[in-house]
Nanobody, 118 residues
Framework: QVRLVESGGGLVQAGGSLRLSCGAS????????MGWYRQAPGKERELVAT???????YHADSVKGRFTISRDNVKNTLYLQMNSLKPEDTAMYYC????????????WGRGTQVTVSS
């Protein structure tokens, strides 16, 4: 089992920045890709960014150039640096982890709320 705990959310004005963190514990060695998802009220959950154990990254078009995903494999922590925040970035942000050899994200955190005011 892997436990994920997000932190760093909050209320920020448009144009501001936040850095989300996700601490991982448990069978960390079983994890390959980690990612950030978000879900706004009344909307489907959407993928924000992913990073492999080797450091390859993906960012959704809606956040490209503004958000940066990174991970510290020594501290077992995933990050999401969010700059130039927009009101449409308001959502609950979830950390997720995908085990090696699996296609689905089996492990999820409980989420951290990000609210961007205009």
């Amino acid at each position: 089992q892997v436990r994920l705990v997000e932190s760093g959310g909050g209320l920020v004005q448009a144009g501001g920045s936040l850095r989300l963190s996700c601490g991982a514990s448990g069978r960390i060695s079983s994890i390959n890709t980690m990612g950030w998802y978000r879900q706004a009220p009344g909307k489907e959950r959407e993928l924000v960014a992913t990073i492999s154990s080797g450091g390859s990254t993906y960012h959704a078009d809606s956040v490209k150039g503004r958000f940066t995903i990174s991970r510290d494999n020594v501290k077992n922590t995933l990050y999401l640096q969010m700059n130039s925040l927009k009101p449409e970035d308001t959502a609950m942000y979830y950390c997720a982890a995908r085990p090696r050899g699996q296609t689905n994200y089996d492990y999820w955190g409980r989420g951290t709320q990000v609210t961007v005011s205009s």
